[in-house]
């Protein structure tokens, strides 16, 4: 048995936070329903090129062990059908602006008055419930600093490539889901949560925050360096980058070692990390015309055999290459629709749910039978 098999959870979501989270919780055996607006669903399944048999591969890559139910949610038979629904469920999960599920019936107040064990969580831009304005991932980045720190030095400023504000607040509702159904396991109490975007892509700043907060230091942009760790970065080899991380004192001197130079690790001007991080410009220059004499795989098979943290940097074509991933049949094609596996293990269970992403309204009667005919 998965850990969540028996959970209820009507997923509102769509785009990628929210869905990215409900992944999660199908993953581990939640039973997911996803509520789309019929003709059309959620909008990524038409995000694309690329598809796969007419399919947006952005869909697919967060909406597996789900089931699709349509209901238009601006019809009152359709709100209606929408609340039954959320008041068998379990948790009741939305990303709409806010006001929006209040003025459906739908709000987690009016909703937890009938059923006061559900768990209603929602995903909006900010942490003010009444600030209406929309969340994108870009924006909630720009509103981060995280792009000030990101790209060359003397560059402009670079948002992640990855849709770090989304894929945070989606993970961070799903931690805050789990944690409110432990409790209401202990005490029957169910939940009201809310994440922010905006909050959720500020957490990633952790140590650059602490620095400002707490020793007035700014974060300065340091391209693929580490602004307290030295060497710790990408450096030029002879065909490419290799990346270097020198965590502690002790590698320190084992990659001098291996570099072939062990007197400069001895040295006392710099034993100590901060003595390297203060003399950053001439122990890169050193290791720039070291790192130059061999290429990418002879210095990672040198260094990684001494100890020394390092390894190339890929492309993702060849990041994904030989990977172990999930893989489930096209439903027309038969067609094997791969996405990334879960990312840990438990007690050898599957690593991500058997069911392939839905067809857009697949389960209308299906979940309906199953749910309100058992609903409270």
């Not at 990101?150 to 894929?167: F, N, Q, W, Y």
């Not at 005490?187 to 922010?196: D, I, K, P, Q």
């Not at 943290?309 to 994904?320: D, H, K, M, N, T």
Request: glycine residues 10%; aromatic residues 6%; charged residues 20%.
């Amino acid at each position: 048995m998965l850990p969540l098999s028996g959970v209820r959870v009507l997923d509102f979501t769509r785009v990628l936070a929210g869905p990215y989270g409900s992944l999660f919780l199908a993953d581990l055996g939640a039973d997911v329903v996803k509520v789309e607006h019929p003709g059309e669903g959620d909008d990524t399944r038409a995000f694309g090129p690329p598809f796969l048999s007419g399919e947006s591969t952005y869909f697919l890559s967060v909406n597996r062990g789900k089931r699709s139910v349509t209901i238009d949610l601006k019809d009152p038979a359709g709100q209606a059908r929408a609340r039954a629904l959320a008041l068998a469920a379990d948790v009741v999960f939305s990303n709409f602006r806010p006001g929006v599920m209040e003025r459906l019936g739908l709000g987690a107040e009016a909703l937890r008055a009938e059923r006061p064990d559900l768990i209603v969580c929602t995903i909006q831009a900010f942490d003010d419930p009444d600030d209406p304005r929309p969340g994108y991932d870009l924006l909630m980045q720009g509103l981060s600093g995280i792009p000030a720190l990101t790209g060359p030095v003397e560059g402009e400023p670079h948002k992640c490539p990855a849709s770090i504000a989304d894929l945070a607040s989606g993970m961070n509702a799903a931690i805050a889901i789990l944690a409110a159904l432990h409790r209401k396991q202990r005490s029957g109490e169910g939940a009201t949560v809310r994440v922010s975007l905006h909050e959720s892509t500020l957490s990633l700043l952790t140590y650059h925050a602490s620095a400002w907060l707490n020793a007035g230091a700014a974060a300065p942009r340091m391209g693929n360096h580490h602004r307290s760790i030295h060497p710790f970065g990408s450096y030029p080899a002879a065909d490419g980058h290799l990346n270097l991380c020198v965590g502690n004192d002790a590698l320190w001197v084992t990659l001098c070692k291996a570099l072939g130079e062990p007197e400069r690790g001895a040295l006392p001007a710099y034993a100590r990390n901060a003595d390297r991080v203060a003399a950053r410009a001439e122990l890169d220059a050193w290791l720039c015309r070291r790192l130059a004499e061999d290429t990418v795989a002879g210095w990672t098979a040198r260094l990684t055999a001494a100890g020394v943290p390092c390894g190339p940097i890929l492309s993702v074509e060849q990041a994904l290459d030989g990977l172990v991933t999930l893989s489930h049949p096209h439903p027309q094609t038969g067609e094997a629709v791969r996405t990334l596996r879960l990312p840990f293990a438990m007690d050898g269970a599957g690593r991500g749910a058997e069911r392939r992403a839905p067809r857009l309204g697949e389960h209308d009667g299906e979940v309906d039978a199953a749910w309100l005919a058992r609903a409270p």
